[in-house]
C-alpha cells in the first residue's frame, strides 16, 4: 500500500516530469525567491517532503498443523496419570459420556488450562471411539477445537497423542502423519494411534504410504489375528489401489480381506453390511473381467 497526501504526490509527479529521481525519501530543493516588485522578496515556499512509498510485508497465515511439530518426549507424569484414571473408571462400568460432561464443564471454566483440558479431550476420545455414526463422533468432540480452548504446545506424549487421535477422526490429514510416526517411536505398540496412523496414509497414488499403511495394518493382525478391523483396514487398502490401478490381483486381496473381517466382526458392528456388499461387487467384477479376456 503506497502512503502520499495530496501535496507530496503531485510533488512526485513533478520531480518524474523533470527528470528528478526519487526513491525512498527525497530532500526537495528550495526553488530560488520570486520578485514581485522591485524591493519586495516573496521568500521561497518549504520544501514538501515526499514521504516513502512503504511496501507491507505480507503476512503469512499460521499453519492448522504447525501444533503437529511439538515434541512428544516432555514430562508426561500428570498425562499419563489422568488417562489411567479414566482408563480404570471406565473399566470398572463408569459411563464415559458422564465423564466427558464432567470434565468438559470444568475445562470451559478454566480455559486455557493444559490439565483440564487434557482431561475433557481424552473423556471425549474415549466417548468418539465408542459412537458407531459419524454424527455421534463430532457430537462427542465438539467444543474442543473453539480457539478460545487454545493452550500453549505441550511436550506430553500423551497430550499430543490425545490430539492426533480426535484429528485422525475427524481430518485424517497427511499434515498429521510425522506426529504418529513420532508417537510410535515414543510407545511402538499403540494399536488406537498405529490404526489412524495406517488411514492417514490410505493414498493408492503412493506407493510407499501404501506400503507402510499395510505394514501397519499387517502388524495390528499379527497382534491380535481375531481382531476384525485391522482386516477392515487392509480391504480399504487394496480396494482403492485396485479402483485406482485395476490391477486383478490388488480386487482379489481386498475381497479376502474383507470376507475375513466379516468373518469376525460382531453382527452390531456397522461396517459389516458394507464389507459384504463390497466383497460380493469385488467379485463379480473380477469374474466379468476375466470372462471378458477370454477369447
Not at 520578485?35 to 510485508?57: E, Y
Request: charged residues 20%; positive net charge; contains cysteine.
Amino acid at each position: 500500500m503506497t502512503f502520499l497526501n495530496r501535496s507530496s504526490l503531485t510533488l512526485s509527479v513533478l520531480l518524474v516530469s523533470t527528470g528528478i529521481a526519487c526513491g525512498g525519501s527525497v530532500a526537495v530543493a528550495s526553488p530560488p525567491a520570486v520578485t514581485a516588485k522591485p524591493g519586495i522578496v516573496i521568500p521561497a515556499a518549504k520544501p514538501v517532503p515526499i514521504l516513502p512509498i512503504i511496501t507491507p510485508t505480507p503476512q503469512v497465515p499460521a499453519s492448522p498443523w504447525a501444533w503437529t511439530k511439538v515434541s512428544v518426549t516432555g514430562d508426561n507424569a500428570v498425562y499419563g496419570r489422568i488417562r489411567k484414571q479414566i482408563d480404570t473408571a471406565v473399566a470398572q462400568g463408569r459411563d464415559p459420556e458422564i465423564l466427558l460432561e464432567k470434565y468438559r464443564t470444568a475445562a470451559q471454566a478454566a480455559a486455557g488450562d493444559p490439565v483440564t483440558l487434557f482431561r475433557w479431550a481424552y473423556a471425549a476420545y474415549v466417548t468418539a471411539s465408542r459412537q458407531s455414526s459419524s454424527a455421534q463422533i463430532f457430537d462427542s468432540i465438539k467444543g474442543l477445537s473453539d480457539p478460545k480452548y487454545a493452550v500453549v504446545p505441550v511436550p506430553s506424549y500423551d497430550f499430543n497423542r490425545v490430539r492426533f487421535l480426535i484429528a485422525a477422526l475427524t481430518d485424517p490429514n497427511p499434515a498429521l502423519a510425522d506426529l504418529g510416526r513420532r508417537l510410535l517411536g515414543v510407545s511402538q505398540d499403540d494399536d488406537p494411534v498405529e490404526y489412524a496412523l495406517a488411514g492417514i496414509l490410505l493414498d493408492a497414488y503412493s506407493p510407499p504410504k501404501t506400503v507402510e499403511a499395510l505394514g501397519l495394518a499387517q502388524g495390528l493382525i499379527n497382534q491380535e489375528p481375531s481382531r476384525a478391523e485391522p482386516y477392515a483396514l487392509v480391504g480399504e487398502i487394496y480396494y482403492l489401489r485396485w479402483k485406482a490401478h485395476h490391477r486383478e490381483n490388488d480386487g482379489e486381496q481386498a475381497r479376502q480381506a474383507y470376507l475375513q473381517y466379516v468373518q469376525l466382526a460382531p453382527d452390531s458392528d456397522s461396517f459389516k453390511s458394507r464389507a459384504v456388499r463390497l466383497a460380493d461387487a469385488i467379485g463379480n467384477k473380477l469374474k466379468s473381467a476375466s470372462s471378458e479376456q477370454k477369447p
